[in-house]
Structures are given as C-alpha cells and as structure tokens.
C-alpha cells in the first residue's frame, strides 16, 4: 500500500516504503523542526495509507 505524508497541508512522497513511519518524520524535521515534536495521526484514502503529521500545542512557561 503506497504511504503518504501530510504536513501543513501539504503532501509529500514517501522517502523508503521500507522506513518506519517514525524515522520518516525525524527525517523531515531536518528540514522543519516543528516536525521533531509532532503528533502523527492516520487515515486510509482508497488505497493509500495516509500519515498526518500535526504539531502539538503547548504552553510555555
């Protein structure tokens, strides 16, 4: 089943169909460090397996 990644909005391709969906989102946070915290959510569209990737909200202080 193809994989697709959704952050923000928008989709990206699945880097290694062999790479936990975990390590997946560590890699993307190369690129967008809000990313290292994020909530990962799932969802099936047809036959695609769908990840989510949403930032968590806290409170500073």
């Not at 994989?3 to 975990?22: H, I, K, L, S, T």
């Not at 946070?29 to 969802?43: C, I, R, V, Y």
Request: glycine share 6%; charged share 35%; net charge negative.
């Amino acid at each position: 089943m193809p994989r697709v990644f959704v952050y923000d909005g928008r989709e990206y391709p699945d880097p290694d169909p062999n790479m936990p969906v975990e390590k997946v989102r560590q890699t993307m946070a190369t690129l967008m460090p809000e990313l290292a915290n994020a909530e990962t959510k799932t969802d099936k569209r047809g036959n695609d397996d769908v990840f989510i990737f949403e930032k968590r909200v806290g409170t500073k202080g």
